[in-house]
């Protein structure tokens, strides 16, 4: 992807003799951000850069072998340091019925406003 003039300002360094240099992302609107980058997960972001690396072949980063680099551990788009939530029977079914009022209520909220 080519970068765009809104992504990059003149340098506020000297010593940069007015340089083009990437702005700082807080700084680009969060709209503009999402239409011109799809990953707005770190670890799809992550997970996309290792495809792109392994020169688009997805079945290749699972066999990548370039332990040293910090994205190693994320390639697979998980974060391996964190520890997966184990639910009771109970605490799936509340979250069930909480899922489903929500819908519920989504649906109330668009049929009560249509158009």
Sequence with gaps: MAPSSELLEISPFQ???EERVGRIP????????????RAQNPLKAIRAKCIDCCC???????????????????????????KRRVLSTEQKRERV???????????????????
Excluded: H, I, Y
């Design 15 to 17: 010593a940069d003799d």
């Design 26 to 37: 807080t700084e680009v609107p969060s709209d503009f951000l999402s239409l011109k980058f």
């Design 56 to 82: 688009d072949n997805a079945a290749e980063v699972r066999k990548c072998v370039a332990v040293k680099c910090d994205l190693w551990p994320f390639r697979m788009g998980t974060n391996p340091f964190r």
């Design 97 to 115: 019925e909480r899922l489903s009022t929500s819908q519920q209520l989504t649906k109330d909220k668009r049929d009560a406003n249509p158009g």
